[in-house]
């Protein structure tokens, strides 16, 4: 069965300094991964995406991501924080043989002045 | 492109009385959409697939009578909340299938939902 894990709830960094948000997945089949932005009381914004095309997937806003299968891992990654980063990022992948998302817990980003 | 709108953005509605929303994808055709139910500070529940031209498919424990869905068109989606109670009160989010290989969500900005 698929599913998503994102290791931290909340992550706080200081305007200009790297982003790393976390996310590692479990799927039997070569899976699709997503990450979304959701600023407060909005709904979701694609970041990037990865079907199994190159495994450095480059997305808007300066946003990245490494698809690793031997790890199992999706992590987002900025090299420099901007204040309108903070928000809540929710990695995905999608359910085998449809086309339903399974979400991750999602994290939290507070970027410090 | 791949633009999704929802309408309306906010509503206030009394006990008992029924609420539509409404999904539209603006600039592409969406065969498949999607409902998702948001409570503060959690990630998104699928409440149903809705497919243009036949029945919803619900997911487990959402109740299809409370919750009706029709896709009428290519580019709309409608959520009735039916007698609606203040439990209901929740963000509500619709997203749009599209892409090269079809593989791809584009959400809405959501509706957000209060019960008096």
């Known amino acids: 069965a698929q599913s998503v894990t994102q290791l931290d709830s909340h992550v706080s960094v200081s305007e200009g300094t790297p982003v790393l948000l976390r996310c590692n997945y479990s799927?039997?089949?070569?899976?699709?991964l997503f990450w979304y932005v959701q600023h407060p009381n909005k709904g979701l914004q694609l970041l990037l995406k990865?079907?199994?095309?190159?495994?450095l997937v480059k997305g808007i806003n300066g946003f990245e991501a490494e698809f690793k299968k031997s790890e199992t891992s999706f992590h987002l990654t900025k090299p420099s924080a901007h204040m309108s980063d903070a928000a809540e990022y929710f990695c995905?992948?999608?359910?085998?043989?449809?086309?339903?998302?399974?979400f991750g817990t999602g994290t939290r980003l507070k970027v410090l002045a | 492109g791949a633009v999704v709108s929802q309408h309306p953005s906010w509503v206030i509605c009394k006990s008992g009385t029924s609420v539509k929303i409404e999904c539209r994808s603006l600039?592409?055709?969406?065969?498949?959409m999607f409902w998702y139910r948001q409570f503060p500070k959690q990630s998104l529940m699928l409440m149903a697939t809705?497919?243009?031209?036949?029945?919803?498919t619900y997911e487990q424990g959402v109740e299809k009578d409370k919750f009706l869905i029709n896709h009428a068109s290519l580019t709309l989606s409608t959520l009735t909340v039916t007698s609606a109670h203040p439990e209901d009160s929740s963000f509500y989010i619709c997203?749009?299938?599209w892409g090269q290989g079809g593989e791809t969500q584009y959400f809405g900005p959501g509706t957000r939902l209060l019960v008096l």
């Open positions: 799927s039997s089949y070569s899976p699709s």
């Open positions: 600039d592409f055709q969406a065969t498949t």
């Open positions: 809705s497919n243009e031209g036949s029945k919803a």
């Open positions: 997203s749009a299938l």
């Open positions: 990865y079907t199994s095309a190159a495994t």
């Open positions: 995905v992948v999608t359910l085998s043989g449809t086309y339903k998302y399974i």
